[in-house]
């Protein structure tokens, strides 16, 4: 593993995505074209940093980043693997200019991981002026060069399960049986199976999530409330990754966008706990600038904008209207460094609009897929949906 991340007396908050930025690390050491390299990556709290910055560079208080090459000190020059050296960012200062600059913290600490690596490339931009210019060049190069990558990723389809779930509850039993419809949608090409862990179990039950969690190669994500019930469940499951729904008792299905800006501490708890057990999470928001900045700022990874009211519109006006608020939304998410899903109501008509905004990740669909599973079969239902989905 090239890089090495350590977490050094680093502040509890905000929490930060440790898979992500190894991610981004190693891309940023490919566009370097160093992708063999050894990093290592210190995130620590400013007073952490304060102490390095004395020390090495006779410096009083904090900065945002430090790199200490480790090139010039390697016993075996010729070995096929060179040890970079090591990157120390604070995050309480990453954090204050991430606030500063409407970006989230992940984003603010790549960059400042790019600037860090550069530096131990050689790149300084306190020697000259026109070192300075280079390392600025070559650093604005590197951020866009990661932000067209991620652009250009192909939209993933995650399937929803729930209603095979639904079906059997509606006897008891134990058929349909949704493990194996999810094993019948990774086949087919989905790249993701999702379900909802209701507190209530009105259709995916515990023993489904266990066994899914066995089972599913692809990706697992398990739907949830923010609820202590639900998230000591998601700590032993351990999903690929987690999205947090509003819920309600009387309710069909989710209705409307987690108000993120209204219970700020709460879900920012829950994700600090997620967190700490390494599980990404979602945030399932309308389509609202408020719920984009309080999600970046709760630290989540993704948000889920909401399709719904898109998929319910009656008319031609009133479907572009709310197209162009998901378009903007996530556009704003994508910006602010957060990853972007999107769902709720998506069908054979309306994806391929959804599908083919280049900010989104991944879609999450169920009810139309198993509606039409009813007559063509799951394989193909899953099948035909993947075909709505630009392949580049
Ligand atoms: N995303 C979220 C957060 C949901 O709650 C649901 C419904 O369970 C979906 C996506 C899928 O919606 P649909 O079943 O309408 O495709």
Known sequence: MPVLI???NAPAAPVIDIRLLRSTAEKVLSLVGRPESELSI????????AGLNRRFRNKKGPTNVLAFSQVEGQAIPRLPVTLLGDVVVSIDTAAREAAQENISVHSRITALLVHGILHLLGFDHERSAPDAREMAGRELDIMQELRNERRKRMTKLAINVDHVATI?????GTEPDPVLAAGICELAGAEGIVVHLREDRRHIQDRDV????QTVKTK???????AKEIVDIALD??????????????????EGGLNVAGQKKKIKDVIAIMDKAGIPVSLFIDPAADQIKASRDAGATFVEIHTGRYAEATSRQERDKEFSLIADAAEMAFEAGLLVNAGHGLNYVNTARVAALETVEELSIGHAVMARAIFVGLDQAVREMLSLIPVD
């Open 6 to 8: 350590s977490l050094v």
């Open 42 to 49: 210190l995130l620590v709290s400013d007073h952490e940093i």
């Open 237 to 254: 499951l351990k999903p690929d990754m987690v999205t947090l729904v509003p819920e309600k008792r009387r309710e069909l299905t989710t």
């Open 168 to 172: 059997r509850e509606a006897r008891g």
């Open 220 to 226: 697992l994500n398990l739907e949830m409330a923010a």
């Open 210 to 213: 266990t066994l899914l969690r």
